[in-house]
């Protein structure tokens, strides 16, 4: 039979510890409140938020460079796709028109029917 409080006293525990945090948090604003504007409590926790707000555009500057970089990676390669799709159709232009004047039908219908076997194979068969 299964345990139906699985995990029940790390529950409970992460409510008490939540309930001391609020707590804290609510002695700390007390304090701040009663020792007035220049607070030295709260010259602490402004250093502390301006450390941390610091620290996350850093990151947050590193991942929109990051993004940038893949960005222009992926339109580099979408261009260089496109460049070798339009080649490729020259080259079977060419290819065809070669055939058709050297042989007719019978060389081209040869050549495609290699080509279909050729895209079935493993790559290492086909080299």
């Known amino acids: 039979a299964a345990d139906p409080f699985v995990g029940l006293e790390e529950a409970a525990d ?39 707000l610091r620290a ?15 960005c222009t990676r992926i339109r580099k390669n979408l261009e260089e796709m496109r460049y070798s799709r339009t080649e490729l159709r020259s080259v079977k232009k060419t290819a065809e028109k070669l055939l058709a004047a050297q042989g007719g039908e019978s060389h081209l219908s040869n050549l495609r029917t290699a080509f279909a076997i050729s895209r079935h194979l493993p790559k290492a068969a086909a080299a």
């Open 56 to 70: 996350a555009a850093t990151r947050d500057s590193q991942k929109a460079a990051d993004v940038h970089y893949r």
């Open 14 to 52: 992460a409510v008490i510890r939540e309930g001391m945090a609020l707590e804290e948090k609510e002695f700390l604003f007390k304090q701040m409140h009663n020792e007035g504007a220049h607070s030295a409590i709260r010259r602490v926790l402004a250093g502390n938020i301006r450390c941390r």
